[in-house]
Protein backbone atom coordinates (compact mmCIF):
# COMPACT_ATOMS: atom_id res chain seq x y z
CA UNK A 1 0.00 0.00 0.00
CA UNK A 2 1.71 3.65 -0.99
CA UNK A 3 2.48 5.42 1.97
CA UNK A 4 0.39 8.57 1.74
CA UNK A 5 1.36 10.10 4.72
CA UNK A 6 2.78 13.72 5.00
CA UNK A 7 6.07 12.38 6.42
CA UNK A 8 6.51 10.86 2.88
CA UNK A 9 5.29 13.08 0.98
CA UNK A 10 7.55 15.92 2.76
CA UNK A 11 10.78 13.49 2.55
CA UNK A 12 10.04 12.66 -1.46
CA UNK A 13 9.55 16.46 -2.66
CA UNK A 14 12.32 18.05 -3.69
CA UNK A 15 10.20 21.86 -4.66
CA UNK A 16 13.21 23.59 -6.25
CA UNK A 17 13.71 20.68 -9.05
CA UNK A 18 9.83 19.97 -9.76
CA UNK A 19 10.03 16.83 -8.50
CA UNK A 20 7.39 15.38 -6.55
CA UNK A 21 5.75 18.98 -6.38
CA UNK A 22 3.12 19.25 -8.40
CA UNK A 23 2.48 22.31 -10.72
CA UNK A 24 -1.40 23.32 -10.23
CA UNK A 25 -3.95 24.97 -12.44
CA UNK A 26 -6.53 27.38 -11.65
CA UNK A 27 -8.77 29.70 -13.98
CA UNK A 28 -5.85 32.25 -14.13
CA UNK A 29 -3.23 30.83 -12.29
CA UNK A 30 -0.39 28.40 -12.44
CA UNK A 31 0.27 27.37 -9.07
CA UNK A 32 4.29 26.05 -9.07
CA UNK A 33 7.68 25.48 -7.04
CA UNK A 34 9.38 28.69 -6.49
CA UNK A 35 12.80 29.28 -8.13
CA UNK A 36 15.84 31.13 -7.84
CA UNK A 37 14.26 32.62 -10.38
CA UNK A 38 11.23 34.42 -8.61
CA UNK A 39 13.82 36.06 -5.88
CA UNK A 40 13.75 39.41 -7.60
CA UNK A 41 9.44 39.33 -7.58
CA UNK A 42 9.56 37.98 -4.00
CA UNK A 43 11.88 41.21 -2.49
CA UNK A 44 9.57 43.52 -5.08
CA UNK A 45 6.22 42.12 -3.00
CA UNK A 46 7.19 41.22 -0.14
CA UNK A 47 8.96 43.40 0.53
CA UNK A 48 5.87 45.69 0.56
CA UNK A 49 5.53 46.64 4.03
CA UNK A 50 1.34 46.44 4.01
CA UNK A 51 2.50 43.15 2.22
CA UNK A 52 4.32 42.33 5.28
CA UNK A 53 2.39 43.58 8.06
CA UNK A 54 -0.04 40.47 8.85
CA UNK A 55 3.08 37.60 8.44
CA UNK A 56 4.53 36.63 10.85
CA UNK A 57 7.20 34.94 9.38
CA UNK A 58 8.28 38.20 6.58
CA UNK A 59 10.88 39.74 8.11
CA UNK A 60 10.48 43.91 7.51
CA UNK A 61 12.63 44.81 5.43
CA UNK A 62 12.69 41.88 3.27
CA UNK A 63 16.36 40.97 1.55
CA UNK A 64 16.83 38.88 -1.49
CA UNK A 65 19.41 37.13 0.89
CA UNK A 66 16.13 35.91 3.25
CA UNK A 67 13.99 35.34 -0.10
CA UNK A 68 17.43 32.69 -0.89
CA UNK A 69 17.04 30.98 2.50
CA UNK A 70 13.75 30.38 2.61
CA UNK A 71 14.15 28.96 -1.32
CA UNK A 72 16.86 26.90 0.27
CA UNK A 73 14.65 25.71 3.16
CA UNK A 74 12.15 24.75 1.37
CA UNK A 75 14.46 22.30 -1.10
CA UNK A 76 16.30 20.36 2.38
CA UNK A 77 15.27 17.31 2.52
CA UNK A 78 13.80 17.50 6.35
CA UNK A 79 12.13 21.17 5.39
CA UNK A 80 8.55 20.79 7.00
CA UNK A 81 7.24 23.31 4.81
CA UNK A 82 5.94 23.29 1.12
CA UNK A 83 4.93 26.43 -0.95
CA UNK A 84 3.64 27.22 -4.00
CA UNK A 85 4.04 30.40 -5.98
CA UNK A 86 1.20 31.36 -7.63
CA UNK A 87 1.90 32.99 -11.35
CA UNK A 88 -0.50 34.54 -13.12
CA UNK A 89 1.57 34.40 -16.51
CA UNK A 90 3.75 37.35 -16.10
CA UNK A 91 6.16 36.12 -12.84
CA UNK A 92 5.30 34.87 -9.40
CA UNK A 93 2.30 37.54 -7.89
CA UNK A 94 2.25 35.67 -4.44
CA UNK A 95 2.60 32.56 -2.44
CA UNK A 96 0.66 29.21 -0.67
CA UNK A 97 2.64 27.79 2.03
CA UNK A 98 1.71 24.98 4.05
CA UNK A 99 4.20 24.67 7.24
CA UNK A 100 4.12 21.85 10.39
CA UNK A 101 3.72 19.32 8.07
CA UNK A 102 4.47 16.68 9.83
CA UNK A 103 1.94 18.48 12.86
CA UNK A 104 -1.41 19.83 11.61
CA UNK A 105 -0.41 21.95 8.87
CA UNK A 106 -0.61 25.28 9.02
CA UNK A 107 -1.87 27.33 5.62
CA UNK A 108 -0.11 31.00 5.09
CA UNK A 109 -0.49 33.10 1.82
CA UNK A 110 0.46 36.59 0.73
CA UNK A 111 -0.25 38.26 -2.76
CA UNK A 112 1.95 41.48 -4.03
CA UNK A 113 -0.32 44.45 -3.04
CA UNK A 114 -1.44 45.43 -6.60
CA UNK A 115 -2.48 42.00 -7.09
CA UNK A 116 -5.40 42.51 -3.93
CA UNK A 117 -9.25 42.28 -4.14
CA UNK A 118 -9.18 40.10 -7.83
CA UNK A 119 -10.13 37.16 -5.85
CA UNK A 120 -6.81 35.67 -6.47
CA UNK A 121 -6.41 33.63 -3.04
CA UNK A 122 -9.81 32.78 -3.04
CA UNK A 123 -9.38 31.25 -6.46
CA UNK A 124 -6.05 29.55 -5.40
CA UNK A 125 -6.67 28.21 -1.41
CA UNK A 126 -8.79 25.72 -2.52
CA UNK A 127 -7.06 24.33 -5.22
CA UNK A 128 -3.59 24.28 -2.74
CA UNK A 129 -5.93 22.58 -0.28
CA UNK A 130 -7.41 19.95 -2.25
CA UNK A 131 -3.94 18.91 -3.31
CA UNK A 132 -2.76 18.91 0.38
CA UNK A 133 -5.78 16.51 1.45
CA UNK A 134 -5.34 14.63 -1.75
CA UNK A 135 -1.83 14.16 -1.97
CA UNK A 136 -1.34 13.12 1.61
CA UNK A 137 -3.43 11.72 4.41
CA UNK A 138 -3.46 15.58 6.58
CA UNK A 139 -7.03 15.68 8.69
CA UNK A 140 -7.33 19.27 9.32
CA UNK A 141 -5.41 22.39 8.18
CA UNK A 142 -5.08 25.26 11.00
CA UNK A 143 -4.54 28.83 9.66
CA UNK A 144 -4.37 32.02 12.05
CA UNK A 145 -5.19 35.84 11.03
CA UNK A 146 -5.18 38.82 12.34
CA UNK A 147 -8.56 39.64 13.82
CA UNK A 148 -8.52 42.97 11.87
CA UNK A 149 -7.46 40.49 8.79
CA UNK A 150 -10.95 40.55 6.69
CA UNK A 151 -9.81 40.33 3.70
CA UNK A 152 -7.93 36.75 5.46
CA UNK A 153 -11.18 35.77 6.99
CA UNK A 154 -13.02 35.57 3.81
CA UNK A 155 -10.59 33.42 1.87
CA UNK A 156 -10.27 31.30 4.93
CA UNK A 157 -14.38 30.99 5.45
CA UNK A 158 -14.81 30.57 1.26
CA UNK A 159 -12.33 27.79 1.51
CA UNK A 160 -14.71 26.02 4.36
CA UNK A 161 -12.44 27.53 7.71
CA UNK A 162 -14.31 27.60 10.73
CA UNK A 163 -13.04 30.03 13.88
CA UNK A 164 -12.13 27.88 16.35
CA UNK A 165 -10.57 30.66 18.62
CA UNK A 166 -8.59 32.70 19.64
CA UNK A 167 -8.96 31.21 23.83
CA UNK A 168 -7.00 33.58 25.56
CA UNK A 169 -8.93 37.24 25.68
CA UNK A 170 -7.06 39.77 24.17
CA UNK A 171 -5.34 38.04 21.61
CA UNK A 172 -4.18 39.43 18.33
CA UNK A 173 -4.95 36.69 15.98
CA UNK A 174 -7.81 34.68 15.42
CA UNK A 175 -7.36 30.74 14.90
CA UNK A 176 -8.99 28.90 12.19
CA UNK A 177 -9.28 25.02 11.32
CA UNK A 178 -10.25 23.14 7.73
CA UNK A 179 -11.19 19.64 8.32
CA UNK A 180 -10.86 17.36 5.70
CA UNK A 181 -14.67 16.28 5.19
CA UNK A 182 -15.75 19.79 5.76
CA UNK A 183 -13.64 20.91 3.08
CA UNK A 184 -14.49 18.71 0.72
CA UNK A 185 -17.99 18.77 1.51
CA UNK A 186 -17.66 22.49 1.46
CA UNK A 187 -15.89 22.23 -2.33
CA UNK A 188 -19.57 20.41 -3.36
CA UNK A 189 -21.58 23.30 -2.78
C1 LIG B 1 -5.24 38.24 2.46
C2 LIG B 1 -5.02 38.32 0.96
C3 LIG B 1 -4.17 37.14 0.50
C4 LIG B 1 -6.41 38.25 0.31
O1 LIG B 1 -6.26 37.92 -1.06
P1 LIG B 1 -7.20 38.55 -2.18
O2 LIG B 1 -6.97 37.82 -3.43
O3 LIG B 1 -7.03 40.02 -2.19
O4 LIG B 1 -8.59 38.19 -1.62
P2 LIG B 1 -9.83 38.06 -2.53
O5 LIG B 1 -9.75 39.02 -3.68
O6 LIG B 1 -10.00 36.61 -2.86
O7 LIG B 1 -10.96 38.59 -1.59
C5 LIG B 1 -11.44 37.84 -0.52
C6 LIG B 1 -12.51 38.65 0.14
O8 LIG B 1 -11.90 39.71 0.88
C7 LIG B 1 -12.42 40.94 0.41
N1 LIG B 1 -11.31 41.86 0.42
C8 LIG B 1 -10.29 41.91 -0.44
N2 LIG B 1 -9.43 42.88 -0.06
C9 LIG B 1 -9.98 43.45 1.03
C10 LIG B 1 -9.59 44.50 1.89
N3 LIG B 1 -8.45 45.18 1.69
N4 LIG B 1 -10.38 44.81 2.96
C11 LIG B 1 -11.51 44.12 3.18
N5 LIG B 1 -11.92 43.11 2.41
C12 LIG B 1 -11.16 42.78 1.35
C13 LIG B 1 -12.95 40.68 -0.97
O9 LIG B 1 -13.98 41.58 -1.31
C14 LIG B 1 -13.48 39.31 -0.80
O10 LIG B 1 -14.70 39.34 -0.12
P3 LIG B 1 -15.94 38.54 -0.65
O11 LIG B 1 -15.57 37.10 -0.49
O12 LIG B 1 -17.05 38.94 0.25
O13 LIG B 1 -16.13 38.97 -2.07
C15 LIG B 1 -4.31 39.62 0.53
O14 LIG B 1 -5.10 40.70 0.97
C16 LIG B 1 -2.91 39.74 1.10
O15 LIG B 1 -1.96 39.23 0.52
N6 LIG B 1 -2.76 40.42 2.26
C17 LIG B 1 -1.44 40.59 2.89
C18 LIG B 1 -0.90 39.31 3.47
C19 LIG B 1 -1.89 38.64 4.38
O16 LIG B 1 -2.64 39.28 5.09
N7 LIG B 1 -1.84 37.30 4.37
C20 LIG B 1 -2.70 36.49 5.21
C21 LIG B 1 -2.17 36.41 6.58
S1 LIG B 1 -3.30 35.52 7.64
Known amino acids: MPD ?3 DAHTRSRT ?46 P ?14 QAHAREVAFALDDGTGLIGV ?16 GREYWGKGYM ?33 VLSRAGFARTGPDVAGERDQTFRLDRAAFFACMMI
Do not use: C, K, M
Open 4 to 6: RSV
Open 15 to 60: PGAGVGHPTLATARLTLRAPAGSDVARIVALAGNREVSHFLARVPH
Open 62 to 75: YSAADARAWLAYLQ
Open 96 to 111: ISFRALDETPEIGYWL
Open 122 to 154: SEAAPVALGWLFGATATHAVAARASTVNTASHA
